[in-house]
């Protein structure tokens, strides 16, 4: 069992920056792949980035692109999702997730992870 704690959420103005992070648990942690989703309000969760195994490969929505990076620190067994110049549209609980896919690629689907942390939220104020 894979445990994943998201944290960094908060409030934060339209153009600044946040990071988010996700500790995980897992005794093979280099061996998953890591993704960031969200879920905005009324709306299906949804597919914001990806970090393959070695860190060598990631992938991210159009929506995000430029914007977003996403890391991996194998050593310390963390993910972490750098915001920078977010927008309103961007306020969503996010969810960080495991995929042993990750070790062949960069899975984006949801059915693609088997290990979902609680989420964080985080609001961009205008």
């Known amino acids: 069992q894979v445990q994943l704690v998201e944290s960094g959420g908060g409030v934060v103005e339209a153009g600044g920056s946040l990071r988010l992070t996700c500790a995980t648990s897992?005794?093979?942690?280099?061996?998953?792949?890591l993704g960031w989703f969200r879920q905005a309000p009324g709306k299906g969760r949804e597919f914001v980035a990806v970090?393959?195994?070695?860190?060598?490969?990631?992938y991210y929505d159009d929506s995000v692109k430029g914007r977003f990076t996403i890391s991996r620190d194998n050593r310390h067994d963390v993910v972490y999702l750098q915001m920078n110049s977010p927008k309103p549209e961007d306020t969503a609980v996010y969810y960080c997730?495991?995929?042993?896919?990750?070790?062949?690629?960069?899975?984006?689907?949801?059915?693609?992870?088997?290990?979902w942390g609680q989420g964080t939220q985080v609001t961009v104020s205008s």
């Open positions: 997730a495991a995929s042993r896919l990750g070790a062949y690629g960069t899975p984006r689907f949801r059915v693609d992870y088997e290990y």
């Open positions: 897992a005794r093979t942690f280099s061996s998953y792949g």
């Open positions: 970090i393959s195994t070695s860190g060598g490969s990631t």
